[in-house]
């Protein structure tokens, strides 16, 4: 009868290959670590929308299971975003639970936490970062139009904005309409809203110039 022996040093280097030989057959065993292929947005990226998710693809199958908001996190410098993490295939996404922040940088970390089926963890915890797009704020009138008699005196014109500034913004404006100068003094200008606030103000004078006439119009337009 033959035998055939199998030495320890062998042995060692057929597991290191990933095969064990065991009484001629072979068995394969996963030793290998899942990686991080690419990610979406990726690393460094700019002006991403504010509706975006963010994603990673793995070189293999990982656990669902272990794929959530403790081993895939979305933070900036106001603190973690909430969201939810769901799985398809080798790709992992974080869709947050309501739209980013503009112009601002958000750092993505994956942790070891991570595994595939054969139980491997990440090689090492996975973190890149992107930043949001600048969003201008939207700028227009209080009120779509107001009535005013002409013996009045002034009038004030009030001017909004969507969202503050940490800058004041000045808006240009035009005047038109069937009111000329002997009914106002208004003519051409700007408009500035102050850093950190959310309205401005236009005022001007009515004329009253004792005639009678037909109701006469002062049209503002906000320009850019």
């Known amino acids: 009868m033959t035998r055939t022996r199998l030495h320890a040093g062998r042995l060692a280097a057929l597991c290191c290959a990933g095969l064990l030989t065991l009484l001629g057959g072979c068995i394969s065993l996963d030793i290998v670590a899942p990686t991080v292929v690419s990610t979406s947005p990726g690393d460094g990226a ?3 929308a504010l509706g975006a998710a963010v994603a990673a693809t793995f070189s293999e199958a990982v656990k669902p299971a272990l794929l959530n908001t403790a081993s895939f996190t979305v933070v900036s410098a106001a603190g973690p975003v909430a969201g939810a993490v769901t799985v398809s295939g080798l790709t992992a996404t974080f869709t947050p639970a309501q739209a980013l922040a503009p112009n ?13 089926f054969s139980g491997n963890a990440l090689g090492a915890a996975v973190s ?7 969003v201008l704020p939207s700028v227009a009138f209080t009120q779509a139009a107001q009535t005013v008699n002409e013996g009045a005196g002034s009038v004030t014109v009030g001017v909004t904005l969507s ?14 309409g069937t009111g000329g100068g002997a009914d106002h003094d208004l003519a051409d200008g700007t ?7 959310l309205t401005g ?13 037909p109701n006469e119009t002062v049209i503002l337009t906000l320009t850019t």
Do not use: C, H, M
């Open 46 to 48: 700019l002006g991403i």
């Open 163 to 176: 969202a503050a500034s940490p800058q004041n913004v000045t808006v240009p404006f035009l005047v038109s």
């Open 128 to 134: 890149w970062s992107f930043t949001t797009a600048t």
């Open 201 to 213: 103000q236009v005022s001007f004078n009515l004329l009253d110039d004792v005639l009678d006439e």
């Open 104 to 116: 601002t940088t958000y750092t993505v970390t994956l942790t070891r936490d991570i595994k595939d």
């Open 191 to 197: 408009v500035t809203i102050a850093a950190g606030s």
